[in-house]
């Protein structure tokens, strides 16, 4: 099981629902037309550049008590309509005593998988007790100890060699950068040999083996870097990710920006596909938030809305964690119930994704739209306006390079010491945003350091809080924004004593460049161009293309009505539980009213 990842630094909230209250009759009583949206106002979207595939983690190996009736959850995968599954491969549970293999429960599992046509990723690890040099680990029992390497060697050997035939994708470990899982903390050398070794033992058994790097935190890529300079980069084919950002919502947890940090080094240390092998969020209280902020409707729109941000940010492959709730921590489509073989209760998030399968099969991507506006706040035409925060590490002149205009900021940076380096500069005139904007954001031209862009706001109640765009990305135009509505964390309290959230009015303070990887030393120059406050009514669309006809994948967190051409007559309005309803269009339109929940409309354009 896996503990839970907040983003580092930015998990700002993406609208303050409180405020919207009152705005909410009068948005669901004004239909809105949907226009496209133009490359001047993306979000850092990335088309996807596979097919949509949403996977889960099963778990049927090492959770369900019975090698007899695998079928049982086997054929909840079927309904599912998933394709990939991830399962783990315990150590402890096939080989409790060297020399002896026990192949009873993981046999009975991938035959009940594989009899379905469904792909298997496995994952490689924990310790057992016994490989371990910790006096206190149980031997025949699960540990998360560094094992002996030659140990763990023979066990992936051994695993790889009888399932070879069936399973082409291995993950080395499960989130090796997390303290619970590699203890007694993470030290990314001792797993970057461990991988070398583990990687090439893989593909001398099965050549056309893949294998993917222990799933990540992705927002803070410094066990990443660590094992990419210690020469573990080309040992892994794939890059997997854990963005988890429960409780907050997949947009209120600005997921869409969860790739960034680790394409910034992909761009350094070559290119490498990115999987989700974890993400999830708790329909009540769990291991990660004790108080249950989200129930079982939201853990349902959330798994939706999650898998199609991440797929059209470039993701390949997304599982879900996971099938079932473990006693406490309800993180599964399939509630506990009588025990770990009852699967006769599931929740929304089940049908959710069952839907999702089966709308989505075999679709293209066309656009993603959106009704979102942006007001530019500072065009950088002329510095002169900026002044250096008292840290000497950097300048801020004006430059030819620009995303528009006839200037934009150039910001050159020298980090020198290996503890929290940044550079900071402020407004003599702080900026004024309009309104009450859900997100700032700004075009940078990265050097690919991964080194994290910021802004300090000051609210109605005098607090400055700060809020990360995004990670500096390579050579290029990327645009980074940050939803700034809810309660940010201690550590982005900059000033003051107030709630944590910003309260309008407000104003823009500064930018930062922060090095979030403390150890790292150097210098740099990125730029900074068309700083803008985003606002407008909060709405989601992707349009897709199944033959002849047009899907429409819509949703609204706090609710808006709209209208979408069409040529069609009529339209097939499919809601998140899969119940199907006829909607006819009047003059060419199809009026549809949205909410959290996605809705799919199919029709003609």
């Given amino acids: 099981m896996s503990s839970r990842h907040q983003p580092v630094a930015h998990t700002a909230l993406f609208f303050l629902r409180g405020s919207l209250i009152l705005m909410i009759a009068s948005l669901l009583s004004t239909a809105y037309p949907i226009t496209p949206v133009g490359a001047e106002r993306s979000f850092s979207i990335r088309e996807p550049i596979a097919a949509p595939s949403f996977g889960i983690n099963s778990h049927l190996a090492t959770r369900h008590p019975d090698p007899t009736s695998m079928d049982v959850p086997a054929a909840a995968l079927s309904d599912l309509g998933v ?25 009975a599992a991938m035959r009940a998988i594989l009899n379905r046509d469904i792909q298997v990723l496995g994952v490689l690890g924990p310790s057992v007790g016994w490989a371990t040099a910790e006096p206190g680990d149980i031997p025949n029992d699960v540990s998360y100890y560094a094992p002996d390497p030659d140990a763990y060697v023979e066990y992936v050997r051994g695993v790889v060699t009888r399932y070879r035939r069936y399973v082409k994708h291995w993950e080395i470990w499960n989130e090796p950068d997390h303290p619970i899982f590699w203890r007694p903390a993470p030290d990314p050398v001792a ?30 890529t410094t066990f990443l870097r660590t094992v990419a300079e210690r020469g573990g980069w080309n040992s892994f084919d794939i890059l997997a990710i854990h963005p988890y950002v429960d409780p907050y919502s997949p947009e209120d947890g600005n997921l869409i920006s969860a790739t960034d940090g680790v394409r910034a ?9 990115i999987w989700v092998t974890e993400l999830g969020w708790s329909s009540g209280p769990g291991d990660r938030d004790a108080t249950g902020l989200t129930d079982e409707e939201e853990q349902a729109s959330y798994l939706v809305r999650a898998m199609l941000t991440l797929w059209q940010a470039g993701v390949e492959q997304i599982f879900w964690y996971t099938l079932k709730d473990d006693p406490g921590n309800p993180y599964g489509l399939v ?68 995303y528009s205009g006839r200037a934009s900021a150039e910001l050159s940076y020298n980090f020198t010491t290996r503890e929290n380096d940044y550079v900071a500069f402020e407004r003599n005139q702080p ?4 309104g009450s904007p859900y997100a700032v954001g700004m075009w940078v031209y990265g050097d690919g350091s991964t080194h994290g862009v910021k802004v300090w706001l000051r609210d109605a109640e005098n607090e400055v809080l700060q809020f990360m765009l995004g990670a500096v990305g390579p050579k290029g135009w990327h645009f980074l924004s940050a939803p700034i509505g809810a309660e940010v964390e201690a550590g982005n309290r900059i000033s003051g004593n107030g709630n944590g959230r910003v309260d309008f009015p407000a104003t823009l303070e500064g930018i930062v460049l922060d090095d979030m990887i403390d150890r790292y030393t150097g210098s740099g120059t990125i730029y900074l161009d068309e700083l803008m406050a985003i606002s407008g009514p909060e709405l989601y669309n992707l349009r897709l293309q199944r033959g002849g006809e047009s899907l429409d994948i819509l949703w609204s967190p706090p609710g808006v009505r709209v209208r979408l051409n069409t040529q069609s007559a009529q339209g097939r309005l499919i809601e998140r539980d899969g119940a199907e309803q006829i909607i006819n269009a009047q003059n060419g339109q199809i009026r549809v009213a949205l909410g959290p929940a996605p809705r799919y409309l199919w029709h003609r354009r």
């Fill in 431 to 434: 900026i004024s945003l309009p």
């Fill in 191 to 220: 797993y970057t040999d461990l991988l070398i070794r583990a990687a090439a033992a893989i593909r001398e058994v099965d050549p056309e083996a893949t294998v993917l790097i222990g799933g990540i935190n992705p927002f803070d």
């Fill in 83 to 107: 394709q990939w599954v991830r399962e783990d491969f315990h150590w402890h549970r096939l080989q409790p005593r060297p020399g002896v293999w026990d192949w009873t429960f993981t046999d």
């Fill in 335 to 402: 509630r506990f119930g009588a025990g770990r073989t009852d699967y006769s209760q599931i929740k929304p998030a089940y049908t959710a994704l069952r839907t999702l399968n089966r709308q989505i099969a075999g679709v293209t991507f066309v656009e993603r739209r959106d009704l979102f506006e942006q007001q530019q706040l500072d065009g950088f035409e002329s510095v002169a306006g900026w002044r250096r925060v008292s840290q000497p590490n950097g300048t801020l002149r004006n430059s030819d390079r620009v």
């Fill in 265 to 273: 080094l992909g761009e350094q240390f070559g290119p490498k596909p």
